[in-house]
C-alpha cells in the first residue's frame, strides 16, 4: 500500500543549528503535502501545507522564515527547521493523499531534539 | 479557525467496561477521522467517516459521525488492556487541512 516516510526518525542538533526532516511519498505523486507539529502530550497542529512547485501556506502563529518547506518535486518535501531552539524540540509528522481516493497517509514522524 | 475538542481528555477504565469518546467541531464538515497512537509513535487510522449517519465498527471499537450536530463518537466495547493508547479525531475542511482535537488519553485497568 501507499507509503510515506520521514527521514530522520531522530536527530538531536545544536542551538543555533539547523536540521532538515524530509518527507517522500514512497509510491505515489503528492501535490499537496502537510506538516504537523506535536509537544509531548499534545495533540498535533497543522504547521503549514507544502504546495509543489509553489511556496508553502502557513497557518497562523508558524514563522515561514524558521520554518522553511521546500516541495520541489512530486514525491519529497523538506521541513527546515533553521536557527533551532530548544523549544522546537518536538514531534513532526508529515501527510500526504495520493491524487484520488479518500485515504490519507501520515508519515512516521520525526523527534526533533535541540540541545 | 476549524476548532475540534475531545472529551474526556483523560480516561481510565476497567476491562470488560464500556465507555464514548465524544468529538466535537465547529464548522461543517463530512469527513471526520479517528486515529489512535501509541507513545513514541505516528498515528494508526481507525476509521474514515464521510457521510452524515456513517457508522463503522472494527473489533471493539465503532464510530459514527453526525454532521448536522458536528458530532462523531467512538465507542468501546468491552474494553481490553491492548486498547490502551491516546485516540484523536480529526476533521478535514475541503482544504485536504487536518485539524486534530484534543486527544483522549485511554487507560485499561486489568
Known amino acids: 500500500g501507499a507509503v510515506v516516510s520521514q527521514h530522520p526518525s531522530r536527530v538531536i542538533c545544536k542551538s543555533g543549528t539547523s536540521v532538515k526532516i524530509e518527507c517522500r511519498s514512497l509510491d505515489f505523486q503528492a501535490t499537496t503535502m502537510f506538516w504537523y507539529r506535536q509537544f509531548p502530550k499534545q495533540s498535533l497542529m497543522l504547521m503549514a501545507t507544502?504546495?509543489?512547485?509553489?511556496?508553502?501556506?502557513?497557518e497562523q502563529g508558524v514563522e515561514k522564515d524558521k520554518f522553511l518547506i521546500n516541495h520541489a518535486s512530486l514525491t519529497l518535501s523538506t521541513l527546515t527547521v533553521t536557527s533551532a531552539h530548544p523549544e522546537d524540540s518536538s514531534f513532526y509528522i508529515c501527510?500526504?493523499?495520493?491524487?484520488?481516493?479518500?485515504?490519507?497517509?501520515f508519515g512516521e514522524g520525526s523527534w526533533l531534539t535541540v540541545v | 479557525e476549524l476548532k475540534v475538542e475531545q472529551n474526556p481528555l483523560f480516561l481510565s477504565m476497567q476491562e470488560g467496561k464500556n465507555y464514548t469518546i465524544y468529538c466535537n467541531y465547529s464548522t461543517t464538515s463530512d469527513r471526520l477521522y479517528w486515529y489512535r497512537q501509541d507513545p513514541g509513535k505516528s498515528l494508526e487510522s481507525l476509521f474514515v467517516l464521510l457521510s452524515n449517519g456513517a457508522v463503522k465498527q472494527e473489533g471493539r471499537l465503532m464510530a459514527s459521525l453526525d454532521t448536522k450536530a458536528r458530532l462523531s463518537t467512538l465507542h468501546i466495547t468491552a474494553a481490553v488492556h491492548d486498547l490502551s493508547a491516546t485516540y484523536f479525531c480529526a476533521v478535514e475542511n475541503t482544504g485536504n487541512q487536518f485539524y486534530f482535537g484534543t486527544g483522549t488519553s485511554l487507560t485499561v485497568i486489568p
Open positions: 507544502s504546495n509543489e512547485g509553489s511556496k508553502a501556506t502557513y
Open positions: 501527510s500526504a493523499r495520493p491524487g484520488s481516493g479518500n485515504t490519507i497517509y
